[in-house]
């Protein structure tokens, strides 16, 4: 089993950057899959990145490509998501969530989540 606990959420001009972090508990970290999802008010939970476990693999959905970094620390069981050149639209609560094996862009497929995290974005 693995607990997910993220953090580096808060307010921040368009244009600007934040860093969140999901820490992870577990001797088995390394050998999870680990993605990032937001949830805007009044929308579905929708795929933003996922890392493979070993970190060689990344995949983006269109809206971040180019702005996103999804990176992982195995030796400190901590995945990543570097925003830049955020814009209002990037508002939402962010999930890190965790699946064994293979990357996956579906929600279902992840078995572990975390509390989630806000992130604002003011015009």
């Known amino acids: 089993q693995v607990q997910l606990v993220e953090s580096g959420g808060g307010l921040v001009q368009a244009g600007g950057s934040l860093r969140l972090s999901c820490a992870g508990s577990g001797r088995t970290f390394s050998a999870y899959a680990m993605a990032w999802f937001r949830q805007a008010p009044g929308e579905e939970r929708e795929f933003t990145a996922t890392?493979?476990?070993?970190?060689?693999?990344?995949y983006y959905a269109d809206s971040v490509k180019g702005r996103f970094t999804i990176s992982r620390d195995n030796a400190k069981n901590t995945v990543y998501l570097q925003m830049n050149s955020l814009k209002p639209e990037d508002t939402a609560v962010y999930y890190c969530?965790?699946?064994?094996?293979?990357?996956?862009?579906?929600?279902?497929?992840?078995?572990?989540w975390g509390q989630g995290t806000q992130v604002t974005v003011s015009e």
């Open positions: 890392i493979s476990s070993g970190g060689y693999t990344t």
């Open positions: 969530a965790a699946k064994p094996y293979g990357t996956s862009v579906r929600r279902d497929d992840y078995r572990y």
